[in-house]
């Protein structure tokens, strides 16, 4: 069904309303766990018997996750709002609607596409997902259309660069990709096999609750480079800390005397397992873009 | 009440960190710590439940504070989208922590009231208050109390990050699940946990050494006869004739090697047959030898007896008025040539013949040579082929290493019998010592008892102590030897 304007304004509006009274849904469990847990920590200075606690302590874990779960549903909320818009985006493009976007609201939108990738919260147990933090796509995974992704073209000097692109479409009977260079500026669509595409996460890992699924330290990857949309070779060099907090990467430069450049923050989404190829000198550190 | 116990998570975090280390898994306290925002300051000591205070809301969810003094029919604001979601996800977060770990300690309590009831008591009447003024909670923990550096309550946000960062380094270096947020296990308020956790901290033994040193051992172990007897089997084997003579032109190389070659050629092409597959293919090959065996005869019998052969037949051939007139010379050796042919094919199938065949191709030069017919030196040299000449190299390198292989061997059958001597003495000095210290022992003890030692006992001790002496010293010069030999 075509996502009218109207309709997805509409779509979005019921949304916001719902958001709105979860989040004071939100308040009211808040502040019943906050309750419960501080009788828990009452009853643990007076030394209650162990039984009373436990009482306590089960009281708390359902307080817990009742609010887990009124939370998980707010930020769907928020996630289908995203995919409305991002849908009706996509559907404007189609229509030959182009937004001309300055650089700088470029990057801007960069940065900020990555902070508002949904944050992945593991329950007790569960499994990170394909694509979520350092965690690779599964192998017959297909982008879908509007995603970002890594694209490995082939710039004006023969040389191959792996840029920011995003998925127009899939074809199928070639099994290649229709993208385009998110740097508006690049006009050009490129069709790629399959294998010069990387999937860019679509969830971001939480440090503290599943830092597992970060890439470990001094570990090879490919990140965007800061204000380019060009991902190079680069080293892990700090894992974010909390779930707002960025990689801190070395870029790897050959000017530089120990061959990399000082630590740059990048996002979880823009940092992505390293895949070499023919000419796999990543070392243009600092060239903008891919032009 | 409630203004203290949330507070300053961090802040108490520290404290348990700091001092109960001993208490909980490495590196498990950094998530803790950086639940709730980098600004969060609360203050709870004892158990840390991260908690964002519905107090701070104002502070550290700005967005979502605002969203709340509308009214819940109200529309969130659009543009709000982005932040309130970074923040619902730190409340997420939060909220996942603590079910974390409440549930841990709810596991420990279950755990710890199966133990037993009577620590509970004990751990009870050691809790002493020491706790800040302000805090509600806790005060079981005393140890993590006392010794920890308590931090002000309202310490600037950017220094408790500052020393958070350099506290808890990475949160998870490691990519496999246990890595999984495990919440600090010390960190409940029950003292008669800590032996318990105590005992767990020192449970995981390192067996890293012993695995090592055991597979060292092999080469460090004391020689034995057994190893001996190993250098016996070994030199024997050098003694003897190290190849067999070159064998003679023949089906030794026409057979034997073809077999050889072809088992080869067949196992190369399946690497990973197995010998129940084997069998048959050798028997192809033996099969595939044979049919082959009739091309060969020609071979093996050899010039000079087909020329003889070809030679008969062709008197005989010219006792035939008609044949002769019908054939040019070229002709009639052609004919007879196959004639022999299939005469070899007929007669020389079987490996005996075959081995008939030779002889009469020596016979036969033998004959020519003696009835002068023929001199050794029309024949060129049948032995010096380049096959003939790599076996020959190949024997030469061989036997080489092979004096090199016994000289070492002869060397080490040598050091290891001189081995096996001093290990003997030092195992007979071995034993002196031991007498002599039962034998010191056993003195003491009469000192003790201030009981003189027997006369018997002071020979014994001399004979002991001669022993040893004398032992040593074989000892030693054996080793002298060693070194010399070396």
Redesign the interface.
């Known amino acids: 069904m075509p996502l009218t304007a109207e309709n997805a304004a509409l779509q979005i509006q019921d949304r916001l309303k719902d958001l709105q009274r979860l989040i004071h849904q939100i308040d009211e469990e808040r502040r019943r766990s906050e309750a419960n847990v501080n009788s828990i920590l009452r009853a643990q200075q007076s030394n209650f018997p162990p039984q009373k606690l436990k009482t306590l302590f089960k009281t708390g874990l359902q307080d817990a996750s009742h609010e887990e779960a009124t939370i998980r549903g707010a930020l769907e909320k928020i996630q289908e709002i995203r995919n409305i818009r991002n849908e009706r985006r996509v559907a404007a493009r189609n229509a030959g609607n182009k937004e001309a976007i300055r650089r700088g609201a470029l990057m801007k939108m960069v940065q900020i596409s990555a902070q508002t990738l949904p944050l992945f919260v593991s329950k007790p147990g569960e499994k990170v997902p394909p694509l979520c933090g350092a965690t690779p796509a599964e192998s017959n995974y297909i982008a879908k259309v509007g995603d970002n992704v890594a694209a490995l073209v082939k710039g004006v000097e023969d040389d191959e660069n792996w840029i920011l692109a995003e998925v127009v479409q899939f074809l199928h009977r070639q099994n290649k990709y229709d993208v385009i260079d998110i740097d508006e500026e690049q006009k050009d669509r490129h069709v790629l096999s399959k294998r010069k595409i990387i999937p860019l996460p679509l969830m971001r890992a939480n440090p503290e609750t599943d830092g597992h699924a970060l890439f470990p330290k001094d570990t090879v990857v490919m990140a965007l480079y800061p204000q380019t949309t060009c991902f190079y070779k680069a080293i892990i060099h700090r894992l974010p800390q909390t779930a707002t907090e960025d990689y801190l990467v070395l870029f790897e430069d050959s000017s530089c005397t120990n061959g990399y450049a000082d630590p740059l923050p990048v996002a979880q989404r823009y940092v992505i397992a390293y895949k070499p190829t023919k000419k796999s000198g990543g070392g243009g550190s600092g060239s903008v873009s891919s032009a | 009440?409630?203004s203290s116990?949330?507070k300053g998570v961090k802040a108490s975090n520290f404290g348990a960190s700091s001092s109960g280390g001993g208490n909980r898994t490495g590196g498990k306290t950094?998530?803790v710590s950086?639940?709730s925002?980098?600004d969060a300051d609360a203050s709870?000591v004892?158990?840390n439940?991260p908690?964002?205070?519905?107090k701070d809301?104002n502070k550290q969810l700005p967005t979502?504070h605002a969203?709340?003094q509308?009214s819940?029919?109200?529309?969130?604001?659009?543009e709000e989208?982005?932040n309130?979601?970074?923040e619902?996800?730190?409340?997420?977060?939060s909220?996942?922590?603590?079910?974390?770990v409440?549930?841990s300690?709810?596991e420990s309590?279950?755990k710890?009231?199966r133990r037993n009831e009577r620590r509970?008591k004990h751990g009870?009447s050691g809790?002493t208050q020491t706790a800040n003024v302000n805090s509600?909670?806790?005060?079981?923990r005393k140890r993590e109390e006392t010794s920890s550096v308590r931090k002000p309550k309202h310490t600037p946000a950017s220094s408790l990050k500052h020393t958070?960062?350099a506290k808890?380094s990475?949160?998870?270096?490691?990519?496999?699940?246990?890595?999984?947020?495990v919440p600090p296990t010390g960190s409940?308020?029950h003292g008669q946990n800590r032996d318990h956790h105590l005992q767990k901290v020192t449970l995981p033994k390192n067996d890293t050494p012993n695995k090592f040193w055991l597979s060292v051992e092999p080469y460090c172990m004391p020689l034995t006869n057994e190893d001996l007897r190993l250098l016996d089997d070994l030199l024997e084997q050098y003694s003897g004739p190290l190849v067999p003579p070159i064998p003679e032109l023949g089906p030794h190389y026409s057979t034997i090697w073809a077999t050889e070659d072809m088992k080869e050629v067949q196992q190369a092409s399946n690497p990973n047959a197995n010998s129940n597959r084997l069998k048959p293919q050798n028997n192809a090959a033996n099969s595939m030898l044979k049919k082959a065996e009739s091309m060969m005869d020609e071979c093996v019998t050899g010039p000079l007896t087909q020329r003889l052969v070809s030679a008969l037949l062709e008197e005989q051939l010219i006792q035939n008025p008609s044949e002769l007139a019908a054939s040019a010379v070229a002709d009639s050796s052609n004919s007879s040539s196959e004639n022999t042919h299939s005469s070899a094919q007929m007669n020389f199938r079987s490996l005996s013949l075959l081995r008939n065949c030779i002889d009469i191709e020596k016979r036969v030069k033998k004959e020519l040579i003696e009835q002068g017919i023929l001199d050794l030196n029309d024949f060129p040299n049948n032995d010096e082929d380049e096959i003939h000449a790599e076996i020959k190299r190949l024997i030469s390198e061989l036997s080489a290493i092979a004096e090199y292989n016994g000289a070492a061997l002869k060397r080490l059958h040598e050091s290891a019998a001189e081995e096996i001597k001093r290990l003997e003495i030092k195992r007979k000095l071995d034993t002196v010592d031991q007498e002599i210290l039962e034998a010191y022992k056993r003195t003491m003890q009469n000192k003790a008892k201030r009981k003189p030692l027997s006369f018997e006992e002071q020979q014994e001790i001399h004979r002991l102590t001669a022993e040893q002496k004398a032992l040593s010293d074989q000892l030693e010069r054996l080793q002298a030897n060693c070194f010399l030999y070396e």
Not at chain 2, 51 to 54: E, G, S
Not at chain 2, 72 to 78: G, K, P, R, V
Not at chain 2, 88 to 93: A, G, Q, V
Request: proline share 5%; glycine share 4%.
């Open positions: 009440m409630a116990n949330t950094g998530p950086t639940t925002q980098p709870s004892g158990i439940i908690l964002i205070k519905t809301n979502y969203a709340l509308r819940a029919d109200d529309y969130l604001a659009a989208l982005d309130i979601q970074l619902l996800e730190t409340l997420l977060s909220v996942a922590l603590r079910y974390r409440l549930k300690e709810y309590l279950d710890d009231e509970t009870a809790e509600s909670s806790s005060g079981k958070k960062h808890n990475p949160v998870a270096p490691n990519t496999d699940d246990s890595m999984d947020y409940h308020g």
